[in-house]
């Protein structure tokens, strides 16, 4: 990257800061920048998983029906009492399995499977090897289900929140159920129910942190492999320990992450509550 | 039955790892609840230089996941034990996973507590810590007479909210800390007993069922002392502890 510099700027820089330019834009570092994209992706695909099973499980949540209600009760309280690390290695590992008992089903012949007893998977053909985008996209289905049932909580509230007589007055109008659901319901959940998603948002993008136990070589395993001692000279730079060096990077990064966030969503509710009263006085 | 025998076989095996879990959670609440309570009134504080070190403590650590500053923290230890610990004679001490553990533990809660107690601490109304300083009352007896009693007792449900995630955090820390012989917790039990047979299902589930255990207790136990905390207001109709993750 350094001859990609303008000679006068080269020039300019001096020996020591061209060094550490070069060092910070070798191969190794220029590929721990891009797999920042492994992050973005997993908090934004799981962002619209948690939203579209938030919204199914409010949907059951506030069901008529006891079996579905019971269900999504049960959805939304798993997370009182499991940690979200625990689902988000126990889903990505399940779903293989059922794909590969599934696949056993067809491909293994009776006899591998006598074969293999107590083996997983059944016999070798039904063996599915994940690349790191099949386990980046378990990973955001399995952000979507611990989050969404945050998310579901969320905005089953906001539902109850919009104001008894708004919906009186679109019943009075001869708004049928469904149409007083997503009119006006739906419409007008939404300021009452970001700040809450904001919060749900923040605690997402916190735990993109873990990918790299799903072995995707994410941000945090970059930094541990760049920060790693390095004592051979035909390895790139000699220098220490530096790890500590690369998580505060991490650090700052997620913290700013949080900090725009929170900008975004601050102007997304003040763009969702323009012309209410309520966003007013919350302002 | 098999799969019974099964079940019971994990539950056994995994009782000796989950005190691991609740030691790690355990060790850090004292510390990390009196750090957060200094926290707290620092960012209240109108000194600047206080009020901005807690603001920056408390953002950097609730607006950056644990499992990095397991990391960080954990490697920054490990790079200060040639030039400290050692010559110091403590790194027994400082490289072990049983006092770093809590130790990062208590710095993430204390962030987490400082910003509920700081809520908590505007909601105290003016004329009571007017009236106490009316009643000649000196700065530390304001606070243990007006403001800490009412700070308690407004932070007690979020409180509680955030010991049960302070216990779930503990499933992280034998992700990034060595484990020694069988200083195992559920997590990583759960994980070697998979690696064994690949039966996922099993492990995690018994794993989760640990996890959902004490985390009902807890919820119990800290329910308990807040009836004793109110039992001098009138009963509303609902005081239980409603549960709420981590809000920021």
């Known amino acids: 990257m350094v001859d990609l510099l303008p000679a006068w700027l080269a020039d300019g820089l001096g020996d020591e800061a061209l060094f550490w330019f070069g060092y910070l834009t070798d191969g190794r570092h220029l590929a721990w920048y891009s797999s920042v994209q492994f992050t973005l992706i997993a908090a934004l695909l799981g962002g619209l998983c948690a939203l579209g099973f938030g919204l199914l499980g409010a949907g059951m949540v506030g069901s008529r029906a006891l079996p579905v209600r019971l269900f999504g009760k049960a959805y939304v309280n798993m997370v009182r009492g499991v940690p979200d690390v625990l689902f988000f290695l126990f889903f990505p590992l399940a779903f293989e399995q059922g794909v590969e008992w599934m696949a056993s089903s067809v491909i293994c012949s009776p006899e591998d499977i006598a074969a293999n007893p107590g083996r997983w998977p059944p016999c070798p053909a039904a063996n599915w090897i994940l690349g790191t985008w099949e386990y980046l996209l378990l990973a955001s289905v399995s952000l979507g289900i611990v989050y969404g049932a945050f998310t579901a909580n969320v905005i089953h509230g906001a539902l109850n929140a919009v104001p008894r007589g708004q919906i009186e007055a679109a019943r009075a109008y001869g708004f049928s159920a469904s149409q007083v659901f997503w009119r006006i319901r739906v419409r007008q959940m939404w300021i009452y129910a970001l700040p809450g998603l904001s919060n749900v948002w923040l605690l997402l993008i916190k735990a993109t942190a873990l990918l790299s136990l799903l072995q995707i070589v994410d941000i945090v395993s970059w930094a541990g492999r760049l920060g790693a001692p390095n004592f051979t000279p035909s390895a790139g730079l000699v220098h220490p320990d530096w790890r500590w060096y690369y998580y505060l990077v991490l650090l700052l990064f997620y913290v700013l992450l949080t900090f725009l966030s929170e900008k975004g969503f601050a102007a997304l509710t003040r763009w969702a509550g323009r012309g209410m009263a309520v966003a007013e006085a919350r302002a | ?248």
């Open chain 2, 1 to 248: 039955m098999n799969l019974l025998d099964a079940i019971f076989a994990d539950i056994a095996l995994m009782a000796r790892p989950a005190l691991f879990n609740i030691y790690f959670a355990f060790a850090a609440i004292p510390l990390g609840f009196l750090f957060a309570v200094l926290l707290a009134l620092g960012k209240a504080s109108h000194n600047r230089l206080t009020s901005a070190f807690s603001r920056g403590y408390i953002y950097a650590f609730r607006g950056s996941p644990f499992f990095i500053q397991l990391f960080m923290i954990y490697s920054l230890v490990l790079s200060l034990n040639i030039p400290l610990w050692r010559p110091w004679g403590i790194s027994w001490l400082m490289l072990s996973p049983l006092f770093l553990g809590p130790a990062i533990l208590m710095l993430n809660t204390a962030a987490y507590t400082a910003e509920i107690l700081y809520g908590a601490l505007r909601t105290i109304p003016k004329g009571e810590v007017e009236a106490g300083r009316a009643f000649g009352m000196s700065r530390l007896q304001q606070f243990r007479f007006v403001t800490w009693p009412h700070m308690i007792r407004i932070a007690w449900p979020a409180y509680t909210n955030e010991v049960v995630f302070l216990f779930h955090a503990t499933a992280l820390v034998y992700f990034t800390l060595p484990v020694i012989d069988n200083q195992q917790d559920l997590m990583n039990k759960a994980r070697e007993l998979f690696e064994r047979d690949y039966n996922v299902f099993l492990h995690f589930s018994v794993a989760a069922g640990y996890f959902l255990a004490i985390s009902l207790v807890i919820f119990f136990i800290f329910r308990r002392i807040y009836r004793r905390l109110m039992a001098h207001l009138p009963a509303e109709p609902d005081r239980r502890i409603r549960y709420a993750p981590r809000w920021l």
